[in-house]
DNA sequence: GTCTATAGATTGATAGAC
DNA sequence: GTCTATCAATCTATAGAC
């Protein structure tokens, strides 16, 4: 069949991909080089540029490749609750909102065998120096994000624009550290949480930044 | 007087060290390199060796420079904290813990003129993809950590081990980014909230966080 | 303490044979 | 598509004159 040449490369690309992936994880981005990653990938130093042009555009294909999925998802749920919400006639409840978009991120990283290295990297998305790559993370978050600062303020009419935002920013931090710490079994800090399961640190996490999001505002205290 | 050569030393030493605290936040330590540091600091490249040893060295100056005063601080206020409550024979308040903890990060990168570069490093320590630079923010955070994790054990009794530490870390998720945002003017994402003033932003935290540690347990649920 | 000059290693990317 | 060989740039660190 013709699928031979297209399967080799297919193969060879898959296998920089996810190699790039754990090295990327480990030692992130600027510390990892084209030639540790081919060593490790089996592959000849040349083939990465050959298949990827250059170091950006590896960086780039590493991140969209997960983050794709992740974030039609996060769309479809969060468009679900927007149309329940819509039929019934009253606003969307915020632990659904949230877990409507953290989930995701968790549930779809959990194929990849032993440790879950795209949860690491895009733990690391806002911490990110690099303009270029952060940027690369911004534009596929976006959509996503804008659409669940619009539902949550909804479901928090109450809520000053500006204690919203940061709130939902705060989220936002604490999503990332999850992620970090659920990548990875480095401890980060002494008393780092003990191992779980997926589902279990997302209910912690819904459970906890949920009634942090229904706080009383307390801009009356200025 | 004999103070001439220690007032040089001196000042050719705090002109790399802030040169160098502005360039890491902006770029990252390994995207920072001592000819461009000499260059924007208007020192010679050989000085900074001379003066630091190796990067590495001048990398944990600029830590430790601003994270002991802060260190301290924290240490301070949760010491005064649990002796106010063992005096009056009752548990710490979780709002008045997380202000301790969270407050002097803000406070004492306040003076810096200009943009608090010393908060977006700080904010990116969790990050930090070199575990040698991991280590040396986490052998300073440690002590003070391990004191608010106890002294919250007192004031939230009912609360598992595993769930007190998880929100512990989302505290410190949520601290992270919001002194990634504090300290510098770029948008991270679209609705970036809105420029505030420190302790704005450390009672918009405070507020979110508190609740959030509050929050109910949910360990019946599994 | 400050300078010039440079060693010595590593990097991303490419040219050209097969 | 894969290989070897190599270029040109960049980096940290140091030696040695002043």
Redesign the pocket.
């Given at each position: 069949m013709a699928d031979t040449?297209?399967t080799?490369?297919s193969d060879?690309k898959t296998r920089i991909l996810d190699e790039a992936e754990k090295l990327f994880a480990q030692n992130g981005f600027k510390n990892?080089?084209?030639?540790?990653l081919a060593r490790k990938a089996h592959?000849?130093?040349?083939?990465v540029?050959?298949?990827f042009?250059?170091?950006?555009a590896l960086v780039e294909q590493v991140i969209s490749r997960r983050i794709s999925p992740i974030d039609r998802q996060r769309m479809a749920n969060l468009q679900a609750i927007e149309e329940t919400a819509t039929r019934q006639g009253r606003p969307p409840a915020i632990e659904d909102l949230l877990r409507a978009y953290i989930e995701p991120a968790f549930i779809l990283t959990e194929t990849a065998p032993g440790e879950k290295w795209f949860l690491v990297i895009a733990g690391r998305a806002f911490s990110e120096p690099d303009e270029t790559i952060r940027n690369v993370f911004i534009r596929h978050f976006e959509p996503a994000f804008l659409l669940l600062v619009a539902l949550m303020k909804e479901a928090l009419p109450g809520l000053s624009d500006a204690v919203l935002r940061w709130r939902l920013h705060f989220v936002l931090g604490a999503l990332s550290h999850a992620m970090r710490l659920c990548g990875s079994h480095r401890l980060p800090v002494a008393s780092a949480p003990p191992p779980d399961t997926t589902e279990t640190v997302v209910r912690h996490l819904v459970a906890f930044l949920a009634t942090g999001m229904d706080a009383p505002d307390d801009a009356e205290h200025e």
């Open positions: 040449h297209k080799k490369q060879t990892t080089s084209i030639s540790l592959v000849n130093q040349a083939a540029n050959y298949h042009g250059s170091k950006g």
